[in-house]
T-cell receptor, first 120, second 108 residues
Framework: GAGVSQSPSNKVTEKGKDVELRCDPI?????LYWYRQSLGQGLEFLIY????????KSGLPSDRFSAERTGGSVSTLTIQRTQQEDSAVYLC??????????????????FGPGTRLTVL | SQKIEQNSEALNIQEGKTATLTCNYT??????LQWYRQDPGRGPVFLLL?????KEKRKERLKVTFDTTLKQSLFHITASQPADSATYLC???????FGKGTRLSVIA
């Protein structure tokens, strides 16, 4: 079946512009995550959605970053007034999910291919 | 805060040998740990999950151990092959905290 898809695959923008990154999770998955990965670095958690619960935004690095998930499916990550340090690969993942407690389920995450963002 | 560390940035081994990667965590008592593989330019792919009450779990040539006393998980690849070359990541529950990964190179 179809996996997690992300668009665009590459995005080049100028400093100060806003960008929107899209994630289409696997159908039926209730949990959705956004991460970013800078060159040679590990995955940095950004935001997590679980069903209809309020999202966990604890990883967002600044108020320039926001995300929404419409209808419990597609998610958009928006970065306003981009800075050069925002350049990274942005990865989305979904999982079947379960429960409202972040640590109380045993599900693997299915990752998309990522969006490579370059801010000039 | 929860922290997870993978002891090596890079590991080079010869084909046929067993590769052993280490993951240590602090400030947490996880119910389980996950291991993922990431190839260049791609998202991570899930490999194995081990629960706190499991000492060891195997999948084909992969073996994971979990020592809650040492706060450590070991990931082994036996009879390694060049195709096993990738970055391997460990993650705490929920996947919110990932290690930086160990880049494994298997040399023919």
């Amino acid at each position: 079946g179809a996996g997690v898809s992300q668009s665009p695959s590459n995005k080049v923008t100028e400093k100060g512009k806003d960008v929107e990154l899209r994630c289409d999770p696997i159908s039926g998955h209730t949990a959705l995550y956004w991460y970013r990965q800078s060159l040679g670095q590990g995955l940095e958690f950004l935001i997590y959605f679980q069903g209809n619960s309020a999202p966990d935004k604890s990883g967002l690095p600044s108020d320039r970053f926001s995300a929404e998930r419409t209808g419990g499916s597609v998610s958009t990550l928006t970065i306003q007034r981009t800075q050069q340090e925002d350049s990274a690969v942005y990865l989305c993942a979904s999982s079947p999910g379960g429960g409202t407690s972040l640590g109380d389920y045993y599900n693997e995450q299915f990752f998309g291919p990522g969006t490579r963002l370059t801010v000039l | 805060s929860q922290k997870i560390e993978q002891n090596s940035e890079a590991l080079n081994i010869q084909e046929g040998k067993t590769a052993t990667l280490t993951c240590n965590y602090t400030n947490y008592s996880p119910a389980y740990l996950q291991w993922y593989r990431q190839d260049p330019g791609r998202g991570p792919v899930f490999l194995l999950l081990i629960r706190e009450n499991e000492k060891e779990k195997r999948k084909e040539r992969l073996k994971v151990t979990f020592d809650t006393t040492l706060k450590q998980s070991l990931f082994h690849i036996t009879a390694s092959q060049p195709a096993d070359s990738a970055t391997y990541l460990c993650a705490l529950p929920g996947g919110l905290v990932f290690g930086k990964g160990t880049r494994l190179s298997v040399i023919a």
